[in-house]
T-cell receptor
């Protein structure tokens, strides 16, 4: 069983640029959530995708956007990068079926530095 | 007020000690309570989850939830140097929903 993978591992951008981060969900999972983890902080929920539709969004501006593809992989796009966007971006996949608990499996993250 | 409060530590204990990690929360609608372990430069790894109030034990780990006090705990018995990591509490309203995380507690177990 393949776990959650993310690419790239590290990324350096300058303020005002745009960035795309990628996530491949675990086999059999149909839901992807994205989190931002600033240094010394807990992960903050950005949004979740289920069946290619946004299924919940945290307190992040519209310049944070995403996509989910038919194979359930996902992208996180951030436009007009700001210095405060520097963080570890985590992708978590889960299986959303019936009402049973579904564990979120996290990927290793992409560390984004904005200069 | 943050949804979830967690003492960031750092916490340093000798090998074999019992470790107690705690979180408080403000939203009484939370029903699912999780503890994640995060090693440096890695993604969080689920250790324990509990639905509603009560205790749950898994090996050296025990999770407790007191919904009346809005307080959750993770106990680690016979702590090992390999337990050195950041421990994050997380909670959610229902399955598949967004998780609210604490800031994490950094733990070092000294051999």
């Amino acid at each position: 069983e393949t776990g959650v993978t993310q690419s790239p591992t590290h990324l350096i951008k300058t303020r005002g640029q745009q960035v795309t981060l990628r996530c491949s969900s675990q086999s059999g999972h149909n839901t992807v959530s994205w989190y931002q983890q600033a240094l010394g902080q807990g992960p903050q929920f950005i949004f979740q995708y289920y069946r290619e539709e946004e299924n919940g969004r945290g307190n992040f501006p519209p310049r944070f956007s995403g996509l989910q593809f038919p194979n359930y992989s996902s992208e996180l796009n951030v436009n007009a990068l700001e210095l405060d966007d520097s963080a570890l971006y985590l992708c978590a996949s889960s299986s959303y079926r019936d009402s049973s608990y579904n564990e979120q499996f996290f990927g290793p993250g992409t560390r984004l530095t904005v200069l | 007020q943050k949804e979830v409060e967690q003492d960031p530590g750092p916490l340093s204990v000798p090998e074999g000690a019992i470790v107690s990690l705690n979180c408080t929360y403000s939203n009484s609608a939370f029903q699912y309570f999780m503890w994640y372990r995060q090693y440096s430069r890695k993604g969080p790894e689920l250790l324990m989850y509990t639905y509603s109030s009560g205790n749950k034990e898994d090996g050296r780990f025990t999770a407790q939830v007191d919904k009346s006090s809005k307080y959750i705990s993770l106990f680690i018995r016979d702590s090992q140097p390999s337990d050195s990591a950041t421990y994050l509490c997380a909670m959610s309203w229902y399955t598949g929903n967004q998780f609210y995380f604490g800031t994490g507690t950094s733990l070092t177990v000294i051999p």
